[in-house]
Structures are given as C-alpha cells and as structure tokens.
C-alpha cells in the first residue's frame, strides 16, 4: 500500500510566504489605487470580485485560454477554493469546500445538465466565463450547499471574430489531435456566433486492484492482485451556436444552443491472481464497451422594458439526452473453463421543458429588487438487457428491465440588493423551491417522492471608511442537497465478484433531502490594481446527512443510501493575487496568484477519528506565475490536494493518497494573428489511486485499492485569427 508524499507538504508553507508579500505591503501605494465603485456596472474599473455585494469570483477568457487546457476540469483546479478530484486519472470531481457528489453545484448557463453529462468532454474553447459563487444567490437553485460553479457559454463578440487553433496531446497513454473554431458577427439589428471544437483520443494504460483481508487475529486470509490493461478511443464534439436580434422598439431576443456528442470505445482484460486464500469467480475476463451519448439544449430569451422603467427577462427551453451503452463479456474460472460468454445492453433517453422569468427594477436610494420564476418537466426512459451463454443468474434477478420517470420541478424567488450608504450594501433574498419524482419500472414498485424548502438568503458587503481597499463580508443562507433519481429507485446494480467492498447497489426510496444552514464571513484587501487579498471562514450544519449503508442479505452484498443525522463542515480559506511590480517597482512582469483552503468536517453519528464526510479533501493549495514579455508569454502552477484516510461509519473506510499537479506553459505570438502555444501537465508524473476498508468482527478487515498510473502530457496548439 502506497502511503500519503510527506515532502509535498511543505507547498502550502510556500503560499503562506507568498502571501506575507501583500500583507507587508498594504500601506504601500506601488500601484494605481482602486477606484470605489458604487453604482455597479457604471465604470470600467468595475469588478465583481471586489463590488458585488454576492460573493463571486469569475474567470474570464483570458485566463481559460492561458494554458491551452483540454477541459474545463483542468481549468478549474487552479481557481482558488475549488477543487478537482481525479482519482482514476480520468475525468474528474469538482468540489468546493471539499465537498462534490452533489454538494457542489455545477450549471451551464445557470441550469443543471443531465445527470450523465461528462464535464471532461467540455472544452474551454466554448466557455465565455466561469462564475463561482461561495454563498447561495435567489435567482439561482439553493442546491448548492457547498456553493455553485456556473460555466457560461460563447456569447457574440463585439466586434467580428474568426478564430481557429489546431491542437495535438501527446503522453504515453493519451494522445490525439484537437481542433476549436470561433465565428461572431454583429451588424444593424442582428449578431451572432458559433463556437464549436472537437477532440480524437486514443489511449492505452495498465490500472490495477490489490485485495487483501486480514482476519482478527492478523493474519492474512486473503491476498489477490487485479491486472487491467486497457485501450481504447474517445471522440467529443461541443457546438454552441447564438443568434440575438434587436427589435424596433428596444427588445431582444436570442437563442441559444448546446450540443455536446461523446462517442467512447473500450477494451479491458481483467487477471486476478491469488496468492492467498480463493481465487474469484471469475478470476480472468475479457470486456468490451462501447458508450455513445448525445445532450441538446436550446433557449429562447425575450427581453424586453416596461413602461414603468423595469425589465422582464423570459426563457424557455428544451432539452434532450440520448446514451446508449453496450458491454460484451467473456471470463472464465481458476481451471480456465469458460463460465460467462454475454451482453448488457442499457441506455435511457431524457426530455425536458422549462420555463423562467425575471422582473429587475431599479428604485430610488439604491434599491435594484427582482423576482421571479424558474420551472420545468423532465421525463426519463431507461432500459436494461442482459443475456449470457453460459452463466445461471440468481434467482428473482430480472434480466430485462424498463423504467420510466418523471421529474417536475418549480421555484419562485424575490431578491433586493441595496446601497444603504456608499460603504454598505445588502442582498437579501427568499426562494422556494419544490421537486416532485415519481418513477415506475417492471423490476420495482412504482415510488413516488417529493420535497420542498424555503432558502432565506442575507449577504452584506462593508467598505471600511478612511481604509482604502479594506472590505468586510458576511452571509447567512439555507440550502439544501435533494437525492438524486438514481438514488431513489429501488433497483439492483450487481457485479460478478460481490463482497463488502464491491457489493451490488440497491436506491432507497425513503431518503429525505440534506437540509443547511451556512454562515460565511471574509475579509479583503485590494492595495493595488489587479492586487488582492482575501480571508475567509464559512459553516455549514446539514440536518440528515446521506451516507451509505452496507449489509448482508444472506446471499449478496448491498450497499444503499440512508440519512444519518447530522454533519458539520467548517473551511477556512487565504488567498492572494497581485503583480510583482506592486511589491516593487522594478519588478518584472510576473503575476503571482496563490491559495490554501483547509476544511473541517464531522459526521455525528460516527464514532471519530477522521469522521468525515465521504471523500472529502481536507486540504488543498496552489501558487501560480505568469510572465509577459513582448511576444512571449509563459508560466506555471502548482495544485495540492491532501485527502487521506475518511472513516465513512463505524465499519466503512476511504482513503485517497496527496497529489501535486504540475503545470507549464509558453507562448509565442507571431503577430497579431499567429500564435504557437506549448502546454505540460502532470510533470511530477503523478499516479491516482484510493482505498476502500471494510471491517467486520467475524471476516476481519477487507480492503481493495485501486491505482491508476499518471504521464506527462503535451499540448501544442497553433491559432489563428483571420
């Protein structure tokens, strides 16, 4: 068993001197000073960051585009506060607080994906901006107990763009071309834009499960190595296409759509050997998966002005989602006599219609109030075979299987943000918000399961007089996390070799949602245009926390979520950004940004050590340098991530090792309209692995790890402006 890099420790001691940098200095005036703004939108020097009153931070194009990122994934993790959880070296968990699965609330232009939707198959090249907000707004779903990250789409320029680049990733496991295509036009009365890329990958790796179960007494009863070389080949697409008209009298309307195509092939060959104890079932099987998915999105937004000098916003959209997934699979016993020679073919189709509005006014003494409403219906279709040449199943298990669910959703919301003196501003808000399910299949009983919360909402923003660039804030809301559908459905996901750790999945139609209230407090300092820093504290208690209880049935092996009473989350949080040249004035160009995040967390109802909430990361850090000079452009990052061992209940454990992400770039700008761009990732050459423990007095303590091996990886990209 590997054990957790102590000598990566040091790195958040690194931030921490980063940071003494600004601190020293912010009686220093080495740069323009910030200019207040009060009337929000009305100055260039207006930053969100800084001047509204809800706490959010945004990434702009500037910096999604810096390091020629694949993915939006790989974007994210150097966006202080969040985190992304790639423990299969693969893909990826964006987290804040530490917290995802739900937690953490991800939209695409401020409405949920499906359920299925891979955020590793979205390319930064059709992202506008990245909103993160750490404290619930109205207008948004108070689903967010962790906070929300909102990624909104290519909108039309202001002016005529044509922008192309053409890429290649290279490692010793991955490597493909990549292409990314940007048009917008804007003329008298009509605009619009298309932003689209597509990705070829092919891949070839080993991955690998060491099992071992020790018995009470300590010796080893059992010890068995899984083997899994595997290849195969994806292929993604993302377009965007808009189109705005003004009309005559000042309204506008656009629609806007998204499609996201996924095509992923893959061959797998599974050897377990025993060196102690029995040997599996099925200890040698040959896999084959082809997966195919296809998401469409399309709104229609008016926006029009009232007499009385108000706005009303209205969107309607419709969505769809095909998947269809197919697994061949041949195994055979310790004597090689084959004992499975079969098929699962699955695959579900999702639609959905929604509908929201806003109404904005501006009033006098600086009162901008909304209300409004956001609503929709979605309908799923799902389906399972499986057939087998010469395995017997379990009695009862049913080898055809069809549901079909309905999810209707509503919310209304008002909100009033309020400048009560130039130093102090207020957002106060309250949204309700229900979700009715009912779901019914040929394998379960029809179920039916609904829920519904009021979320109070207060932020406030004070700018401390004769402290120029000193600002205090502080937020009170109520979230919430509903259970997914997946989670409601009493149905059964098996595996071929079940036990404690890969025990089949059965949903629970009882679960209740996870209700929170949070408290956040901040302070920040801006001494110097574009220079910053910030420290923040936050609280979360969540009444009937999800956990996942695993038992016997006699036969098999199941795992299921419950509530389990109460948890509690605590995060502190420092972070810094600020060119050097504000330190000193001969400084070269070199932009600093850094960030250490530690979060706490207790799970009541388990006894402790390490009682936290599942898979949680309690520490994570990172530091950056760009540098522009003339033609060139350069720089590097840093991500830590300390994990560690989590005691999920009294019998059941997960562990996941530290991992440091290192990342380079440079770029070269021919002239105005060529540039060559270089990018490295994972240069420490990090593996990813975790660990699950299961503990029982009779069998002893059963534990399987997974270990996925890491590369250096290589992004050349050209672009071209014509």
Not at 142 to 170: D, F, H, P, W, Y
Not at 398 to 414: G, H, K, N
Not at 526 to 543: D, G, H
């Amino acid at each position: 068993m590997k054990t957790p890099n102590r000598s990566r420790r040091p790195l958040s001691l690194i931030i921490l001197a980063a940071f003494a940098g600004p601190t020293c200095a912010q009686q220093e005036e080495a740069g323009a000073p910030v200019s207040q703004v009060e009337i929000k939108g009305s100055s260039a020097s207006y930053d969100p960051r800084r001047d509204d009153t809800a706490t959010r931070t945004v990434v702009g194009r500037e910096e999604l585009s810096r390091y020629g990122d694949r993915s939006v994934l790989d974007t994210l993790k150097r966006v202080p506060g969040v985190t992304v959880n790639t423990n299969q070296a693969r893909g990826g968990e964006i987290q804040m607080r530490g917290l995802g699965a739900g937690y953490t609330q991800i939209l695409i232009n401020g409405e949920r994906p499906p359920g299925g939707f891979d955020f590793d198959s979205l390319s930064p090249d059709v992202v506008e901006r990245i909103e993160v907000l750490r404290a619930a707004t109205a207008d948004l779903s108070t689903q967010s107990v962790a906070g929300t990250v909102n990624i909104i789409l290519r909108r039309v320029a202001k002016e005529r763009e044509r922008q192309l680049k053409l890429g290649m990733l290279q490692s010793s496991q991955f490597r493909g071309p990549n292409a990314a295509l940007q048009l917008s036009e804007r003329g008298e009365g009509f605009a619009w834009s298309l932003a689209g890329d597509a990705t070829a990958e092919r891949y070839d790796r080993a991955w690998s499960i060491f099992e071992e179960t020790i018995a009470p007494g300590g010796a080893v009863a059992l010890a068995r190595m899984t083997s899994a070389p595997e290849e195969g080949r994806m292929r993604r697409m993302n377009l965007t296409p808009r189109f705005e008209w003004t009309l005559a009298d000042g309204d506008t309307i656009s629609l806007e759509t998204f499609v996201n195509v996924n095509r992923f092939r893959n061959r797998t060959h599974l050897s377990i050997a025993t060196a102690i104890g029995q040997p599996p079932p099925v200890p040698d099987q040959h896999n084959r998966m082809r997966a195919d998915a296809e998401d469409l999105r399309t709104d229609l937004k008016w926006t029009t002005e009232l007499d009385s000098g108000a706005t009303l916003e209205t969107k309607l959209g419709l969505s769809g989602e095909n998947a269809d997934n197919t697994i061949l699979r041949r195994g055979a016993d310790p004597l090689g006599v084959p004992v499975t020679d079969g098929w699962v073919d699955s695959g579900w189709r999702d639609r959905g219609v929604n509908s929201t509005g806003k109404y904005i006014r501006k009033l006098e003494n600086g009162h901008a109030i909304a209300a409004g409403w956001d609503g929709g219906v979605g309908w799923r279709d799902e389906m399972r075979h499986e057939r087998d040449a010469i395995r017997v199943f379990p009695p009862g298990l049913p080898l055809d299987e069809t549901f079909e669910a309905r999810v209707a959703r509503m919310a209304v919301y008002a909100q009033d943000e309020w400048n009560i003196t130039p130093q102090w501003s207020m957002y106060l808000g309250l949204r309700w918000e229900g979700i009715r399910i009912r779901a019914s299949g040929d394998s379960f009983d029809a179920t039916r399961s609904s829920s519904n919360v009021w979320s109070p909402i207060l932020q406030t923003l004070w700018k401390i007089p004769d402290r120029k660039g000193d600002q205090l804030r502080f937020a009170v809301t109520r979230t919430y996390k509903a259970p997914d559908l997946w989670n409601l459905l009493p149905r059964r996901q098996v595996w071929e070799n079940n036990s404690a750790t890969e025990a089949d999945f059965q949903g629970n139609p009882e679960l209740k949602p996870e209700l929170a209230w949070g408290v956040d407090a901040g302070y920040e300092h801006y001494w110097a245009e574009n220079a910053m820093v910030a420290l923040r504290a936050s609280l979360r208690r969540i009444e009937d926390y999800t956990s996942n209880r695993i038992y016997f049935d006699g036969y098999r092996w199941i795992v299921t979520p419950v509530n389990d009473g109460r948890a509690e989350v605590r995060t502190l949080e420092l972070e810094t950004k600020f060119p050097l040249a504000s330190l000193f004035a001969q400084a070269p160009a070199i932009d600093v940004r850094a960030g250490v995040s530690r979060h706490w967390a207790r799970v009541k109802s388990v006894p402790g050590p390490d009682n936290r909430l599942e898979r949680q990361t309690p520490l994570s850090a990172n530091v950056g340098l760009d540098y522009k000079a003339g033609a060139l452009a350069l720089g590097g990052s840093a991500a830590f991530t300390r994990n560690g061992q989590v005691r999920v209940t009294a019998n059941r454990g997960y562990y996941s090792e530290a991992r440091t992400d290192l990342e380079a770039y440079a770029a070269w700008r021919f002239d105005p309209k060529r540039l060559v761009r270089l990018s490295l990732s994972n240069l420490a050459h990090e593996d990813s692995g975790f660990e699950v423990t299961y503990a029982d007095p009779v069998a002893g303590v059963e534990k399987r790890r997974f270990d996925y091996p890491g590369a250096v990886r290589i992004q050349a990209n050209y672009e071209l402006k014509f």
